[in-house]
């Protein structure tokens, strides 16, 4: 199986003509990283409750989390039960964030990066998190969508 991953990085920048050695100073907008950073823990977490309310065989596989639009994407249909698995998934997310999980970023390994939901497994993934899960307060499921083997769970942070 050949995994093709996409990783995109936005910037704005000038051109300048820089000496050898000269010190050059970035910055990064805290407000945009924080978003950023609920929505992917957001990601994880709605992964989480997949599998919390017996979606064991549904596996995540891909997403994206930005703050208009946010999705995780399986490889599983669901047929004919979404309105039910939209309400569990929406009680379970509340259940998760009402336990206040600290997550805990693990940079012992130079090939991976593993992220820990406090209680759950391990995870790899290099993007930013939040420190603990309640600083998402609050999460919704707002569609599944169902398309050949595929289900998009789409939702936004509150």
Same mark, same amino acid.
């Given at each position: ?27 990064? #907008? ?8 609920? #929505? ?5 977490? +709605? ?33 004919? =039960?979404?309105?039910?698995? +939209? ?13 206040? +999980? #600290? ?16 209680? =759950? ?10 420190? #603990? ?26």
């Amino acid at each position: 199986m050949k995994i093709k991953k996409k990783i995109y990085h936005y910037w704005t920048f000038q051109v300048w003509n820089l000496e050898k050695w000269e010190k050059v100073f970035s910055s990064i #907008n805290k407000e945009k990283r924080i978003i950023n950073a609920k #929505n992917h823990s957001a990601w994880h977490l +709605l992964s989480t409750a997949i599998k919390n309310i017996g979606l064991k065989e549904v596996n995540p596989e891909k997403g994206f989390h930005f703050p208009d639009w946010c999705y995780v994407e399986c490889n599983w249909t669901l047929e004919g =039960y979404k309105e039910e698995i +939209l309400k569990n998934l929406n009680t379970e997310l509340q259940n998760l964030i009402s336990k206040k +999980l #600290n997550i805990e970023v693990d940079n012992s390994n130079s090939l991976s990066r593993r992220v820990i939901f406090e209680g =759950y497994e391990w995870i790899g993934c290099w993007w930013t998190h939040v420190k #603990n899960i309640s600083e998402i307060w609050k999460i919704e499921v707002t569609k599944i969508k169902v398309k050949k083997w595929r289900s998009k769970f789409s939702y936004k942070i509150l």
